[in-house]
């Protein structure tokens, strides 16, 4: 059974920072795409950064880029997203997700999803 798990979600205050983690089980990981897609309330789904499997590009919503930065361990499962220079703009529950094919910012094309950790950046 492929899992998902996600971590590191919290509550930081305009300006800090926070590391998420994405520990993946169940499927080959280095073969994936891995994706991060947030929900803020009141919101739809919107993509936040992804990196394609075969470490040819990284991809980041215009909102992020500069501050986010997406990495991965494939000897580990585990897929980061470091977080800088939060705002409160930011918050939402942000998902990890795993896809094969299909284009790396369009949640259409992902497969497999965690459940979501919440981030709260306080003012």
């Known amino acids: 059974q492929v899992q998902l798990v996600e971590s590191g979600g919290g509550l930081v205050q305009a300006g800090g920072s926070l590391r998420l983690s994405c520990a993946a089980s169940g499927l080959a990981f280095s073969r994936y795409t891995m994706g991060w897609f947030r929900q803020a309330p009141g919101k739809e789904r919107e993509f936040v950064a992804a990196l394609h499997y075969s470490g040819g590009g990284t991809y980041y919503a215009d909102s992020v880029k500069g501050r986010f930065t997406i990495s991965r361990d494939n000897a580990k499962n585990t897929v980061f997203l470091e977080m800088n220079s939060l705002n409160p703009e930011d918050t939402a529950v942000y998902y990890c997700?795993?896809?094969?094919?299909?284009?790396?910012?369009?949640?259409?094309?992902?497969?497999?999803w965690g459940q979501g950790t919440q981030v709260t950046v306080s003012s």
């Open positions: 997700a795993a896809g094969y094919g299909g284009l790396p910012t369009s949640a259409y094309d992902y497969r497999y």
